[in-house]
């Protein structure tokens, strides 16, 4: 068998100068490189491949980055960069960036800890110019990108003439007299995203057309966002067409546009896409405009490889690649739609809350409007208005009523006790009851045995935490040295006020332990009936007795202000929406909280992917189940057509548009949909955690009167203000709360 010390013989060379050249480690001169070439096709040596890969597989391993596989423009990326280097003795790595920067940057490094010889990459971080220099391009190991420029960073860029072919696609559209052009694309920040702006810039300048900004809708690149944008849009105006800068966009937009009722013949969509011998059936979209993805797949990595063979004298390419528009003549027949004559409809007036989930969710009611012909107007109101407007209104003539409300769980046994809300118990019979979670109906709808609503919106308790920081070596080993114990998402509300004073006073690292919200009374009274919860403690037991005073009360309470004392020192001014910025913007290490508060899904998607955000069973283990339920209002005189959306609201794919939307419902399907789990890591925590679930019910006395649950709040928090004042002592609070609220119940006795 011949060896590399043959070849260095023959050639007269040595073994070291016959590895560099055969494996292009140092540079070998012209006349030596001819000398080893020949002996080794005379002795017809052959690498041994798994030697090399063992000893050097930094010399044969590429990285590729790419944002995702669930864009088929993606796909055909990769199958030309595949298909060059098939025939090579180069392995291709391939890692998925989710157009995450701070997962891009991870990447990145373990790439490089592999020792790659070069990379291939569609980066999300054209900023990050002084991470690829210091880490790949000042050490000699070639980048070649493609579409998004890293701006300022000198090396190979290949791309599409996106512009050329926006320009070309709206030019077309606006000569067809279409006026209402969007372009719903990616961030501008992306080069490729930025030209395909400027190319319908470009179309609008050359017809005359003014404020082409307004017509820019930008998207994190998902096509949950583009369905997201898309809803949005609608609710604002039907545009003559949407034009695209991908097919995975494309998806998102045609979901959102056919979920209201209309199809890419009424809103005809415009994509980028792909070259495929099958031109008019591989898109979904009205018309796919072609760019040669496999064929920048394959420049690329020829650019990559020239760099590898020729490291000293390669200079740095930027190829741009035309593409070519698909046959407008075959599209015609969707560049004319005429609008339909809208016929008489019904009028629906649903109360909601005033909440970030309430309005994502709203655009959704376009759906039921085109499915139903009912029209739907949705009033929304602060949490400490919505009560008082359901109670006052509820009996105003039909022009001024509502027909639906909106309802928090504890108002369920109050509204229904006194007649507000219709028994819609012989309509359940219409619908399947095993959609919702195990025993949410009893919370959610039912009193008295009678069904008075449907679940809408899902609330549990839940404990987030900086996973980075509760992993991290050193303050792992400095939290042991201080407490004896592992730091670990807290079991116990004990262990979290004891992480949360190591968090706020003995590290450098986060500002603040935690963040409590006192301003106002909703957000104060979870704080301390959780706690109340997880020491056995009760303000009223099952006949309707006073039962705060108690031993367990108390614990509750100096747990409480234990809390208080090593939280971030705006508590009596933070309400819940502070208190999850303060999370997000990294002041605090732990947050308590409902879900819905931490309303930007795509950040907080984001930051589960990075490792940067936990969630857990919150201390104690007795979370608040909290959440709003719809019902209808008795003296509706639209009873049909409210419990139709009512019914609506439960249908498995409107549940699903929820989630993306940033909701959750009480359907279960919705938690083991593997797709969306997929997308929001959070989900299926919050399904298991409602086992652990119980609302905060008020009272029903002998007489079966209710007291109103933010009457016995208003008790509680006022001897709790003062409290948190210094006016007050713990156990004269909690003797004048049980006081005041036996006063309360003498009232409804």
């Not at 944002?67 to 060059?84: A, E, H, M, R, W």
């Not at 082409?212 to 583009?226: C, H, L, P, R």
């Not at 407490?483 to 450098?508: A, Q, Y």
Request: with cysteine; aromatic share 12%; proline share 4%.
């Amino acid at each position: 068998m011949v060896t590399i010390k043959d070849v260095a013989k023959k050639a007269d060379v040595s073994i070291a100068t016959v590895s560099n050249y055969l494996n292009r480690t140092k540079p070998v001169s012209k006349e030596l490189g001819a000398r080893i070439q020949n002996a080794v096709d005379e002795l017809g040596y052959s690498l041994n491949l798994n030697a090399k890969i063992l000893k050097t597989a930094q010399y044969m391993d590429i990285g590729v980055i790419l944002p995702s596989l669930n864009d088929s423009y993606y796909v055909q990326l990769f199958q030309g960069i595949k298909t060059y280097f098939q025939n090579t003795n180069y392995f291709i790595n391939l890692v998925f960036s989710n157009n995450i920067p701070e997962l891009e940057v991870t990447i990145a490094q373990n790439l490089k800890r592999k020792q790659i010889c070069g990379l291939i990459l569609v980066s999300c971080q054209p900023e990050n110019w002084k991470f690829y220099y210091d880490n790949f391009t000042s050490k000699k190991i070639p980048l070649v990108l493609i579409d998004r420029k890293i701006y300022g960073l000198e090396t190979n860029f290949v791309s599409c003439n996106n512009r050329v072919l926006i320009r070309n696609m709206v030019d077309e559209l606006l000569k067809r007299k279409m006026e209402n052009i969007f372009l719903l694309s990616g961030p501008e920040k992306f080069y490729c995203e930025l030209e395909c702006m400027k190319g319908m810039r470009d179309a609008f300048e050359n017809n005359g057309k003014q404020n082409v900004s307004d017509y820019f809708i930008q998207t994190n690149m998902g096509k949950e966002d583009a369905f997201r944008k898309t809803l949005q849009l609608l609710k604002r105006k039907k545009p003559d067409a949407i034009v695209t800068t991908s097919e995975s966009l494309a998806l998102g937009i045609i979901e959102g546009i056919r979920l209201i009722g209309y199809t890419t013949v009424d809103i005809p969509i415009f994509t980028l896409g792909e070259q495929h011998w099958n031109l008019h059936t591989h898109s979904f979209a009205t018309n796919s405009l072609v760019r040669p993805a496999m064929n920048l797949g394959k420049t690329a990595s020829k650019l990559l490889l020239e760099q590898l063979e020729s490291p000293l004298t390669k200079e740095s390419e930027k190829i741009i690649l035309a593409g070519c528009s698909s046959d407008w003549e075959h599209e015609k027949r969707y560049l004319s739609v005429k609008k339909k004559p809208e016929s008489e409809q019904k009028k629906l007036r649903v109360l909601m809350l005033d909440t970030p989930q309430v309005e994502s969710i709203s655009g959704l009611i376009l759906n039921f409007e085109k499915r139903t012909g009912i029209k739907m107007e949705i009033i929304t109101m602060p949490h400490n208005e919505l009560y008082n407007t359901i109670l006052t209104t509820y009996s105003e003539n039909q022009e001024k009523s509502y027909d639906v409300f909106m309802y928090d769980m504890p108002w369920l046994s109050f509204l229904a006790a006194e007649g507000i809300l219709e028994d819609i118990s012989d309509k359940m019979k219409e619908m399947d009851l095993e959609l919702f979670f195990p025993g949410a109906l009893k919370y959610y709808s039912m009193f008295n045995g009678r069904y008075f609503g449907i679940p809408f919106m899902y609330a549990p308790q839940v404990l987030f935490y900086r996973k980075d920081l509760f992993e991290d070596v050193a303050v792992k080993k400095e939290y042991e040295k201080q407490n004896n114990i592992s730091l670990r998402p807290p079991v116990t509300l004990k262990e979290f006020n004891t992480i949360s004073e190591f968090f706020s006073d003995k590290t450098n690292i986060i500002e603040y332990g935690t963040s409590i919200p006192t301003a106002y009374n909703e957000c104060l009274t979870p704080e301390v009936y959780m706690r109340l919860k997880a020491f056995g403690g009760h303000i009223f037991d099952q006949k309707g007795n006073v039962v705060f005073e108690s031993d367990q009360t108390l614990r509750a309470y100096i747990n409480f202000l234990r809390a208080i004392k090593f939280a971030k020192p705006d508590y009596r001014i933070a309400t819940d929406m502070s208190a999850a910025q303060d999370f997000i913007d990294g002041k605090i290490a732990m947050l308590i909280s409902y879900p819905s508060f931490l309303r930007n899904i795509p950040d907080l998607r984001k930051n589960s992917m990075i490792g940067s955000i936990g969630y857990h069973l919150i201390p104690g283990r007795t979370p608040l189940l909290g959440g709003w339920s719809l019902g209808i209002n008795q003296h509706s005189s639209n009873k049909e057509e409210a419990f139709q959306f009512l019914k609506w609201t439960c249908e498995e794919q409107t549940a699903n548009y929820t989630t993306l939307l940033g909701g959750l419902t009480v359907l279960t399907n919705t938690y083991v949909n593997d797709e969306l789990s997929d997308l929001y890591p959070w989900l299926p925590l919050y399904y298991s955690i409602y086992q652990y679930t119980k609302p905060v019910i008020p009272p029903k006395l002998l007489n079966n009167k209710v007291i109103p649950q933010w009457e016995i709040d208003e008790v509680v928090c006022k001897w709790l203000y003062k409290l948190l004042d210094s006016e007050i002592e713990v156990r004269e609070t909690i003797s004048e709360t049980q006081k005041a609220l036996q006063i309360l119940a003498k009232q409804y006795q």
